[in-house]
């Protein structure tokens, strides 16, 4: 079984994206993806927030 450094569990929770998630909070995204109106209408691989993390990490 391979071993994980203690300090590290955080890094690789679902929905981390590293220093990006630290930044540019998921909350924030939501309220700007609504104020915007451009929330998904039905559930995809692909969600609107992990779209927003995709472009600003490019």
Same mark, same amino acid.
């Given at each position: !079984? +391979? @071993?994980? +450094?203690?300090?590290?569990?955080? &890094?690789?929770?679902?929905? @981390?994206?590293?220093?990006?998630?630290?930044? &540019?909070? +998921?909350?924030? &995204?939501?309220? %700007?993806?609504?104020?915007? =109106?451009?929330?998904?209408? =039905?559930?995809? !691989?692909? +969600?609107? =927030?992990? !779209?927003?993390?995709? %472009?600003?990490?490019?």
């Amino acid at each position: !079984m +391979p @071993h994980t +450094p203690p300090d590290s569990a955080g &890094v690789f929770a679902p929905g @981390h994206l590293g220093e990006l998630t630290q930044l &540019v909070t +998921p909350a924030l &995204v939501d309220q %700007v993806l609504s104020l915007t =109106r451009r929330t998904q209408q =039905r559930v995809r !691989m692909l +969600p609107a =927030r992990v !779209m927003v993390y995709f %472009v600003l990490a490019m």
